[in-house]
Each structure stands twice: as structure tokens, then as C-alpha cells.
């Protein structure tokens, strides 16, 4: 179970970001993070595993407390929380099974990481992720001659590497069309159904958030505004999400 208490994020000039949101998510399931643009999402999801530091509130996982934890014990628990970015966050000259490796580093000798050198088992476990994902026969190429959809697989691939027991994926496919969009949220929900990982993931489209979330929360000027189901946003809820001049889609 994730716990979010009252978690608070204001940022320096005193912007605020996030205003006292509270929620948790039992353990498997899928939840999906909508709102506007700046509505949190992205700061929410950051400050779950501390990429971004809360100001205030509390983040309790499985009865450990993220926001107190020490730098040591951060470590240990990020390397159960797998994240996957909008922007892929790829080192774009290297190969793809390099990239992949990435999701390991937290589990080798950080010298080994300086000199690309990780063990047999774990360069065998990133082909099989790479097969998973579709694109095993890229193992080999640079990232920067993938399209964007395939991209995006080696940051899902990176993120198994760490066998997580969450993902938190930020807006993985708002760069890409439909049809891709589809592809990568459908490895996100089979890691979800098939192995039991906690997917917390922020979207844009409501068709997206009804085909593959179990629940939804919605923000709006860094505050919990909705949670429930996702048949629950009617055209009222809809408007008191994105606004009343919003054109519901999906």
C-alpha cells in the first residue's frame, strides 16, 4: 500500500505545486494521474519516489516512510521503483542494451557502471526485457535511430531491469500518436496484470485513462479535486477538472 498524506510541494518564489494532496493505492493496482498542464501531475510522481523534494506531508510504501528515509534507505527503495519519462530520458549515443543495463545500477558495484561492465546474467536479463518490449533485434543499435514509440520501449525495458514492485511512469506517450500510445500503455498494463506492479501513471486522454486504469485522481492547481473510478467522470466532473471551455475527447 502507498499512503500519500497532506503532501505539500511549493516550490522557491513560493510557487505552489502541490496543496495537501492525500490519496493511497493498494498494492496492484493501476491508477492514473489526470489534469491540466502544471497541475501537479508530474511533481506528484516525482516526489513519490523524491526526485523532487515534498515541502510538507508524508509518503508512507509498504509501512516505510519515503519522506524520511535516509539517502541509504532511499536507495533501497528506488530500486524497487521503477520510472518511466515523457522525454524517455535515453542517453541517445549509447546502445540500447547500455541504456537498459541502466536499470541495474543500483544493484553493481558503481565502479563497474564507469567501464559499461555488469555481470552475464544481468546483460542476458536485458535481452530478455528488450525481447518483451518488442525490440530485441535493436539490442545492438544506438538509441538515437530509434523512432520514438521503440524509445520509449527501452525506458520500459530500463525500468524492468529493476524487477519494481511500482512504476511510476510521467506521461509516457504524450509524444506519441494513437496507435503507439496503445502500444506502450499495453506493456504497462500487462506488468500491471500479469505481475501484480503498482502502476501510478499521469495522462492527458480520458480514452486512455477508461481503457487501461482501475482508478483515477485528478488535480487542478496542485490540489485533489476528484478520485474514484474512471466511468465516474461525468461531463459536470469533467469541467471541474479541465475547466468549463474544455472539449471532452474520449
Not at 519519462?85 to 542494451?97: C, H, T
Amino acid at each position: 500500500m502507498l499512503s500519500v498524506n497532506n503532501l505539500t510541494k511549493i516550490y522557491p518564489g513560493d510557487v505552489p505545486a502541490l496543496d495537501r494532496v492525500s490519496f493511497d493505492v493498494p498494492d496492484g493496482q493501476f491508477l492514473a494521474v489526470i489534469g491540466l498542464s502544471g497541475a501537479g501531475k508530474s511533481t506528484l510522481l516525482r516526489c513519490i519516489n523524491r526526485l523532487i523534494e515534498p515541502t510538507a506531508g508524508q509518503i508512507i510504501w509498504n509501512g516505510v516512510e519515503i519522506t524520511s528515509a535516509t539517502e541509504e534507505e532511499l536507495r533501497e527503495i528506488r530500486r524497487k521503483i521503477g520510472m518511466v519519462f515523457q522525454n524517455f530520458n535515453l542517453v541517445y549515443r549509447s546502445k540500447v542494451i547500455t541504456n537498459v543495463l541502466a536499470g541495474r545500477l543500483g544493484y553493481i558495484n558503481p565502479a563497474w557502471s564507469l567501464i559499461n561492465h555488469f555481470p552475464h546474467e544481468d546483460v542476458q536479463k536485458a535481452l530478455t526485457q528488450l525481447e518483451r518490449v518488442g525490440i530485441a533485434d535493436k539490442a545492438q543499435a544506438r538509441v538515437d535511430e530509434l523512432s520514438g514509440g521503440q524509445q520509449q520501449r527501452v525506458g520500459i525495458a530500463r525500468a524492468l531491469m529493476q524487477d519494481p514492485q511500482m512504476i511510476l511512469a510521467d506521461e509516457p506517450v504524450a509524444s506519441l500518436d494513437p496507435a503507439l500510445a496503445h502500444s506502450i500503455m499495453h506493456y504497462l498494463e500487462v506488468i500491471n496484470k500479469e505481475e501484480g506492479v503498482t502502476v501510478i501513471c499521469s495522462l492527458h486522454f480520458l480514452d486512455l485513462v477508461h481503457r487501461y486504469a482501475d482508478r483515477v485522481i485528478a488535480l487542478k492547481e496542485g490540489q485533489l479535486v476528484f478520485e474514484g473510478r474512471p466511468e465516474e467522470i461525468d461531463d459536470y466532473r469533467f469541467k471541474e477538472i479541465y475547466g468549463t471551455d474544455a472539449e471532452r475527447v474520449g
